[in-house]
């Protein structure tokens, strides 16, 4: 089975401090993807990766930042967390078959983050 | 762009009743189409998926038929568990129109089984 882990389940952080999420895949999945959950909104995309040290923005990448150095590595980075950055965040990845098409997504757990 | 639009919850059945969760979407491309399913305190689980139009997904005793003419994909169970309390998501994903396997999430429909 694939394994999507996030570092952490709850975090709580203050206004202002830089924040790392870490997510970490272990089938050698070639795209990782970072989104939040808030009621009533669903999940939105904030960044995409399909390959090492490649990134892209999505719907809300405002405020955000990620890094992908290695493959199964994908971290989310809070430059300087707001409290409107309190939410679930998610960490996804998917593989590529052998005609270029994308996999459907597997989810971690979610890291509840609170900013104070 | 492309959108999900999922009815609003909670949905309240009791233990072998007939479940639908309505589902509809938007896209300039053929997308593919999804149905995940958050149980609580975890992430999300894809349920079931369909391709192409007409296509039937299942998993679970869960189906869910891609309808092109009416552009719906309405999640379907004959008789829930209290077990299948969870939120559950339909989503798409429209390569041709966002360039990559991107996924639009409906906003999540919760639904609440009693014995």
């Known amino acids: 089975d694939v394994k999507v882990t996030q570092s952490s389940r709850y975090l709580v952080k203050r206004t202002g401090e830089k924040v790392f999420l870490e997510c970490v895949q272990d089938m050698d999945h070639e795209n990782m993807f970072w989104y939040r959950q808030d009621p009533g909104l669903g999940l939105r995309l904030i960044y995409f990766s399909y390959d090492v040290k490649m990134k892209e923005k999505g719907d809300i990448p405002e405020g955000y930042s990620v890094s992908r150095e290695k493959k199964e590595r994908f971290s989310l980075i809070l430059e300087s967390a707001s409290t409107n950055q309190t939410s679930m965040y998610l960490c996804?990845?998917?593989?590529?078959?052998?005609?270029?098409?994308?996999?459907?997504?597997?989810f971690g757990d979610g890291t509840r983050l609170s900013i104070l | 762009g492309d959108s999900v639009t999922q009815m609003e919850g909670p949905v309240t059945l009791s233990e072998e009743a007939f479940l639908t969760i309505n589902c509809t979407y938007t896209a300039t491309g053929y997308p593919s189409l999804f149905w995940y399913v958050q149980y609580p305190g975890e992430g999300l689980q894809l349920l079931l998926k369909a391709t192409k139009a007409d296509d039937k997904g299942s998993n679970k005793g869960f189906e869910a038929t891609y309808r092109k003419e009416t552009t719906s994909f309405h999640l379907e169970k004959g008789s829930v568990q209290v077990s299948d309390s969870a939120v559950y998501f339909c989503?798409?994903?429209?390569?041709?129109?966002?360039?990559?396997?991107?996924?639009?999430f409906g906003t999540g429909t919760r639904l609440l089984v009693s014995p």
């Open positions: 996804a990845s998917s593989s590529r078959d052998g005609t270029g098409i994308n996999q459907p997504q597997h």
């Open positions: 989503a798409l994903s429209d390569p041709q129109a966002t360039g990559f396997q991107k996924l639009v």
